[in-house]
């Protein structure tokens, strides 16, 4: 059983979380056909309808994940989303990236985004969340 204190910090580290998604996941939704265009640019197959999943990912995974819905679907999505992103931006590169950590801040920050979903994954969202107070 956690206490207070441990459930308002998973609360905010699911609010500084969300944050992080969020407004990249509102822009890209405001211009979704020129984020469709980028994923063609980069030969991703069916760039409308991957880029309509990405978008929805990452405009909606945060919501859920601020609400506390559906912790461990919404960990597994997001984390995914944040694989995927890197992926397209490193591509098959990111071995050369773990060998010059000071070159690529932003590949290890978004290492540092999927520990903190891994461990949303494990702890679950706490009392102050929609699937605790059902």
């Known amino acids: 059983?956690?206490?207070r204190s441990e459930d308002a910090a998973l609360l905010i580290g699911r609010v500084l979380i969300a944050a992080l998604f969020l407004p990249?996941?509102?822009?890209?939704?405001?211009?979704f056909s020129s984020f469709a265009t980028s994923l063609a640019g980069k030969g991703?197959?069916?760039p409308e309808i991957a880029a309509g999943l990405l978008v929805a990912v990452e405009f909606l995974g945060p919501l859920a994940l601020i609400i506390g819905l559906w912790p461990r679907?919404?960990?597994v999505?997001?984390?995914g989303f944040t694989a995927t992103m890197l992926w397209l931006t490193y591509g098959p590169s990111m071995t050369g990236?773990?060998?010059h950590p000071r070159?690529?801040?932003?590949?290890?920050?978004?290492?540092a985004i999927v520990g903190g979903l891994l461990m949303y994954f494990a702890c679950g969202p706490?009392?102050?969340?929609?699937?605790?107070?059902?």
Not at 103 to 111: A, D, G, S
Not at 126 to 134: D, E, M
Request: cysteine-free; proline content about 2%.
């Open 24 to 31: 990249s996941g509102y822009s890209k939704l405001m211009a």
């Open 44 to 46: 991703v197959p069916y």
């Open 1 to 3: 059983m956690l206490t």
């Open 126 to 134: 706490g009392v102050w969340s929609r699937t605790r107070l059902r």
């Open 77 to 79: 999505a997001l984390i």
């Open 97 to 99: 990236l773990v060998l």
């Open 73 to 75: 679907w919404t960990a």
């Open 103 to 111: 070159q690529n801040v932003e590949f290890f920050q978004n290492l």
